[in-house]
């Protein structure tokens, strides 16, 4: 196996960050490849924590190769921004171990404040963004008038391209939402800036990635968000603008979808959700802010707090087929510690409709019930836990039947944000 390819199977925030850390030690090359600074993927090493937006985690390990590749919308000022705070915490990061896809489109200041406006604009009927920029960005680029970090690097195409756009976005920004208009000058001005910054970083990262595997080298995929909000698979229009799943690597890359070989999906041993939209499973109580008090379910990006409930057997299966992962690793099975008993979503029901597999083509999962299974849970602390023989019996049975209901083995558990706090597990 010469490539992995990381998934989150639930709505994000599912411990990526940590897992992709942690395999990061046996690959040559980590590769982000869709989704943007609405990531926040946060690794512990020791006393420090990390949390990273852009960068891909494998970072913290010297002499790896770390690729933003084409597929990814990148804010030039957080990816800077990120450069020179792993640099002042002792960090080597320069053109020898980080490498930025000159096809990877710019999250400009005027995407940010779309986001923002769109958001209220569409009042009730709002996303809950990050309000990164993602979905104007991402829009631009299917619409064909986005700029990429190529065109950056380029002053005079960057000036004519950004007029012609930046009118456009002006008029809407002052005629539709009633809002100030960006000054052009000062825009041209600050990423022309930004431009000379990034500019060791960019290269032709299709090709770094190509040449790599035909040498052999080890590639990890670190996908971000999660599968159940990818643009065509997840709860749309509750989603985000980018293919998080693996449809996202080829394109997003130019690595030939014939050389991907394993998947790995990341899930919780409960479920979050940040923003709005459909969460079957989730447990609007008090058992909800225990999980969120106890998780520390709190965005990375943004610092609000995330919906909590129950593990959804139904959506994680159908985020593992879909991501063809072929195991995948339980994270946070410590934050349960304590409880009496836990519970699983495994159908759901519409009306006199009962759905065992998770139901794609329903268009609102708002108004299902779900029908739990339940399991006695553990009292016992857990995070010290590094083989399965430490775990009481009841947390072996709990990741015992949720591999079998998410028909997919359990490979790793995971009891604690830091490093070693992982357990191989053969369920
Ligand atoms: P990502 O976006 O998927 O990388 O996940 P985030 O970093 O946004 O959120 C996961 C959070 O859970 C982070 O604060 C991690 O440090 C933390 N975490 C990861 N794995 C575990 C675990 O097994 N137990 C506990 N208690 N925390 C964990
Ligand atoms: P990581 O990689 C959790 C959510 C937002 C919102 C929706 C669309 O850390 O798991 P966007 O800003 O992308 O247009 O917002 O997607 N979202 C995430 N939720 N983790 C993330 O990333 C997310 N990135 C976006 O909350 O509901
Ligand atoms: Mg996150």
Known sequence: MTSLSVFGAQWGDEGKGKVIDRLAADYDYIVRYQGGANAGHTVVVGDQTYALHLIPSGILHPGKHNVVAGGVALDPITFLAEVEGLRKRGIAVDHTNLHLSSNAHVIFEHHKRIDALAEVWKGAGRIGTTGRGIGPCYGDKAARIGLRVGDLLDPERCKTRLRAVLAEKNALIEKVHGEQPLDLDEQIQRYHELADRLRPFVCDTGALLRHAHLAGKRILFEGAQGLMLDIDHGTYPFVTSSNTGPGGIPSGTGFPPVWLSESLGIAKAY?????????????????????????????????????????????????????????????????????????????????????????????????????????????????????????????????????????????????????????????
């Open 271 to 427: 479920c979050t959700r940040v923003g709005e939209g459909p969460f079957p499973t989730e447990q609007d109580n008090e058992l909800g802010e225990l999980l969120r008090r106890v998780g520390h379910e709190f965005g990375t990006t943004t610092g609000r707090p995330r919906r909590a409930g129950w593990f959804d057997a139904l959506a994680v299966r159908y985020a593992l087929a879909v991501s063809g992962s072929t195991s995948w690793v339980m994270t946070k099975l410590d934050v349960l510690s304590g409880l009496d008993e836990l519970q699983v979503g495994v159908a759901y029901r519409v009306g006199t409709e009962r759905y065992e597999e998770y139901p794609a083509h329903l268009a609102d999962l708002g108004q299902v019930e779900v029908e739990y299974r339940s399991f006695p849970g553990w009292k016992q602390d857990i995070t010290g836990a590094r083989s399965m023989g430490d775990l009481p019996p009841e947390a072996r049975a709990y990741i015992q039947a949720l591999g079998e209901l998410v028909e997919v083995p359990v490979s790793l558990v995971s009891v604690g944000p830091e490093r070693s706090a992982m357990l191989p597990c053969q369920s």
